[in-house]
Nanobody, 115 residues
């Protein structure tokens, strides 16, 4: 099993910044990719940003130019730097990983952006 633990969420004013972290642990043979997803109340979970082992990234159009996804040197960590936050970024943010050829999810961390 692989466990993902997110941290770094919180309450921030519009225009502010937050940095989310995700650490993967457990019986990890390989991690092919990691990503961040979010789910706002009443909405479906959506991709925010994704990064694979080659460093290739993919972003939702709504966060391009504001958010940056990265991996740690150890490759079992992922980060999401969120700048110029907007109230519409308010959601539970989940870390996801393709590990051991399976998909795993963290429990999520709340991000609330006040106007």
């Amino acid at each position: 099993q692989v466990q993902l633990v997110e941290s770094g969420g919180g309450l921030v004013q519009a225009g502010g910044s937050l940095r989310l972290s995700c650490v993967a642990s457990g019986s990890i043979l390989s991690i092919e990719a990691m990503g961040w997803y979010r789910q706002a109340p009443g909405k479906q979970r959506e991709l925010v940003a994704h990064i694979d082992n080659s460093g290739r990234t993919n972003y939702a159009d709504s966060v391009k130019g504001r958010f940056t996804v990265s991996r740690g040197v150890a490759k079992n960590t992922a980060y999401l730097q969120m700048n110029s936050l907007k109230p519409e970024d308010t959601a539970v943010y989940y870390c996801g990983a393709d590990a051991n050829r399976q998909a795993y999810w963290g429990q999520g961390t709340q991000v609330t952006v006040s106007s």
